[in-house]
């Protein structure tokens, strides 16, 4: 049981360049999020899936993509990157349906953009 | 909106000092409440939860009860240790079907 995990670990992209931070998880839980977090900013929501074929933009959507290509996978695209979107990106997911399910993460990824 | 707020850090302590940690939110109904710990270099984990009013959750030598009236979730420690050493964040769940709300996390740093 692997848990959530993220693949690549590290990245370093030019401005312009476009790359898909993949995501997949063991556990059968239908709900899937993207987060990305920089220093002194906590954690801020992206986008998030509450169930397979559904997604939704959360907190900072703009710049980039996603997709839930089935229940175990959730990847996050960015089309043209930006020095912006230096970040570390971490991927969970959770069972939906109860009020007290926790969040299981992955280990990130961390995207350098020149 | 459901909101989070916890203490700003860094907080820096001494081997075996005491540690709180406040946190303090705003929601609607009976949300569930949780700490996750993000060690460096890593992902969050959860540390601990309570999922009603005067639930203490525990682990690892943490504790924090859920306070209904003051609309808190301290967390606490009495000896800290070096490996202790984290950022963590605290949570609240209003609603099985959407997104944990996260507070900005706060640093602790323990020094031998």
């Known amino acids: 049981n692997a848990g959530v995990t993220q693949t690549p670990k590290f990245q370093v992209l030019k401005t312009g360049q476009s790359m898909t931070l993949q995501c997949a998880q063991d556990?059968?839980?239908?709900?899937m999020y993207w987060y990305r977090q920089d220093p002194g900013m906590g954690l801020r929501l992206i986008y998030y899936?509450?169930?397979?074929?559904?997604?939704d933009k959360g907190e900072v959507p703009n710049g980039y993509n996603v997709s839930r290509l089935n229940k175990r996978e959730f990847s996050l695209r960015l089309e043209s990157a930006a020095p912006s979107q230096t970040s570390v990106y971490f991927c969970?997911?959770?069972?939906?349906?109860?009020?007290?399910?926790?969040?299981?993460f992955g280990p990130g990824t961390r995207l350098t953009v020149l | 909106g459901d909101s989070v707020t916890q203490m700003e850090g860094p907080v820096t302590l001494s081997e075996e000092a005491f540690l709180t940690i406040n946190c303090t939110y705003t929601?609607?109904?009976?949300?569930?409440l949780f700490w996750y710990v993000q060690y460096p270099g890593e992902g969050l984990q959860l540390l601990l939860k309570?999922?009603?009013?005067?639930d203490k959750g525990s682990n690892k030598g943490f504790e924090a009860t859920y306070r209904k009236e003051t609309t808190s979730f301290h967390l606490e420690k009495g000896s800290v240790q070096v490996s202790d050493s984290a950022v963590y964040f605290c949570?609240?769940?209003?609603?099985?079907?959407?997104?944990?709300?996260f507070g900005k996390g706060t640093r602790l740093s323990v020094i031998a």
């Open positions: 969970a997911s959770k069972l939906q349906g109860f009020i007290a399910n926790e969040q299981f």
């Open positions: 556990m059968n839980h239908n709900s």
């Open positions: 899936s509450a169930s397979e074929g559904t997604t």
């Open positions: 929601a609607t109904g009976y949300p569930s």
């Open positions: 309570a999922t009603k009013a005067d």
């Open positions: 949570a609240l769940s209003s609603s099985g079907n959407t997104p944990l709300v």
